[in-house]
């Protein structure tokens, strides 16, 4: 979702990172670099002016001449204040938890995003609760009385996410939102999801009826739904709602698209509350908590594993996620256990969208191309793999002329395709075998 930034960022850094010691003139032209990649990221001016000045205060000094660096303290600098200008770190702590009972209101302009958002949370507490073998009493309603077909589109979602619906009988908002309160307090609910009406543009009759829907419910997180396509428009109308009813943080959506990601990188310098989470698709699973620190690492190209390693539990079970690693912590990679390590990778998602998260994959420059043949060898390293008996799948050994020609066959894949499969497969044990001998599982 950072990807020119990252890329931007990624290159500056290659330059200096080549070098034993960076002089000033090097801090200099890298930050105006910097400055360029921020612009470009739809990041306001006076935000960006604020960052690099900061940055170069802590790089240069106050000395006037010239002040050597190690490329790694001008790395550690930039990941730094990257991670104060959105926020500063979280700690890991998921800011999306709160605790029991608690009223949330989704407020924002029409189209950015809440009712999906709604439902992403609703899912989200119900999938947490699952986990802890808990059971949570989780409720979406709407207040949303603009559009007639808002109010239906939430309980659609709501059957989808398993969660409780309530549907007021009342005709306007405010009523609706007493009624709508009433009942969560009588009827023992954990978690109230309150959506509520948004327009085509920040207008003050629709503030006017947030701040009275805020009175009535006393939400303890007020969160605005952003439009990540929007750009710095975005931070305008978040100055105005925060104005009016008091944001507690932001969820910016759509940042499955190839946006810049600016809005999350200049929220908190616009109204000093930081981005909690980012929608990632139309489904109710594409709600991704967002952390600073991990953000920062991700733009500067150190690559984001825990999350990755996040969304890979979440869709791996524990007894796939043991074998994979089992095989690989005694060293005794076979093909199967290639398959499934495969089929995980499948359940997270593309390659393009796995390659976000791994460190340096920014400068790789992948173009989409890439990606996608990247993409067609998955495909047929998974056909090679399946068309094995189960004994070869064990033993690559056994494969000899005719046993690869019938594989071949079945893959539709030639011969060549085979062996340099199983050259790299044979790379690959001799790889875990190496990590194993030096006790370097603390990665995996
Ligand atoms: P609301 O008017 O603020 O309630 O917005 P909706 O929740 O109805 O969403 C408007 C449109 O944006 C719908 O078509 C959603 O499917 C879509 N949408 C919402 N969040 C995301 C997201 O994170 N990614 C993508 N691609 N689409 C989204
Ligand atoms: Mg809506």
């Known amino acids: 979702m950072f990807g020119t930034l990252s890329e931007k960022f990624g290159a500056v850094l290659s330059l200096v990172s080549g ?9 200099e032209s890298t930050l105006e670099q910097v400055k360029q990649a921020m612009l470009q990221a739809d990041i306001p001016y006076d935000i960006v002016k604020n960052f690099t000045e900061k940055v170069a205060q802590q790089l240069l000094g106050h000395t006037r001449g010239p002040k050597a660096q190690l490329p790694e303290q ?23 938890l709160l605790p029991i009972p608690s009223t949330i209101m989704l407020v924002g302009l029409q189209g950015s995003g809440k009712t999906t958002t709604a439902a992403k949370l609703a899912y989200r507490y119900m999938q947490l609760a699952a986990k802890q073998n808990k059971k949570r009493y989780v409720m979406l309603a709407s207040v949303d009385y603009d559009r007639p077909a808002a109010i239906d589109q939430l309980e659609i979602l709501a059957g989808q996410v398993g969660c409780q619906f309530y549907r007021s009988q009342a005709t ?8 709508i309160v009433a009942y969560a307090k009588q009827a023992g609910i954990e978690y109230l999801i309150l959506d509520t009406a948004g327009r085509m543009h920040v207008d003050q009759e629709m503030l006017g009826q947030l701040k009275s829907i805020t009175a ?7 969160w605005l739904v952003i439009d990540g396509m929007v750009g710095q428009q ?24 190839e946006v810049g990601g600016g809005a999350i990188i200049a929220l908190y310098a616009t109204i000093a509350k930081p981005v909690i989470a980012v929608g ?27 999350t990755l390693s996040e969304r890979l539990e979440s869709v791996v079970t524990k007894a796939e996620e043991d074998k994979i690693s089992a095989s690989f912590k005694s060293g005794s990679l076979t093909f199967e256990d290639f398959l499934a390590s495969l089929e995980m990778m499948k359940k997270i998602g593309s390659l393009g969208s796995l390659l976000k998260y791994l460190p340096g994959a920014g400068q790789l420059k992948l173009t989409p191309e890439m990606i996608q043949q990247g993409e067609q060898d998955l495909r047929r390293v998974r056909a090679i793999i399946q068309s094995m008996t189960p004994k070869e799948r064990k033993s690559a050994k056994l494969l000899d002329g005719t046993r690869k020609l019938r594989v071949a066959k079945g893959a539709g894949v030639t011969v060549e395709q085979i062996d ?20 370097n599982f603390a990665l995996f």
């Open 19 to 27: 070098k034993k010691k960076i002089e000033r003139a090097d801090i």
């Open 74 to 96: 001008v790395m550690v600098t930039l990941y730094r204040q990257l991670t104060e200008l959105m926020g500063g770190a979280s700690g890991n702590l998921d800011k999306l």
């Open 172 to 179: 306007d908002a405010i009523s609706a939102a007493k009624d």
């Open 216 to 222: 009535i419910a006393k939400p303890r997180a007020t």
């Open 234 to 257: 975005s931070l305008m109308v978040a100055r105005e709602f925060h104005a009016a009813v008091g944001i507690d943080g932001a969820i910016v959506t759509k940042m499955d698209s």
């Open 280 to 306: 990632q698709g139309e489904k109710i699973q594409d709600l991704e908590p967002l952390y600073a620190e991990r953000i920062a690492q991700r733009i500067i190209g150190m690559g984001d594993i825990k």
């Open 420 to 439: 340099s499969l199983v050259s790299r497969f044979e790379q690959t044990q001799q790889f875990v075998k190496l990590l194993k001998k030096n006790n």
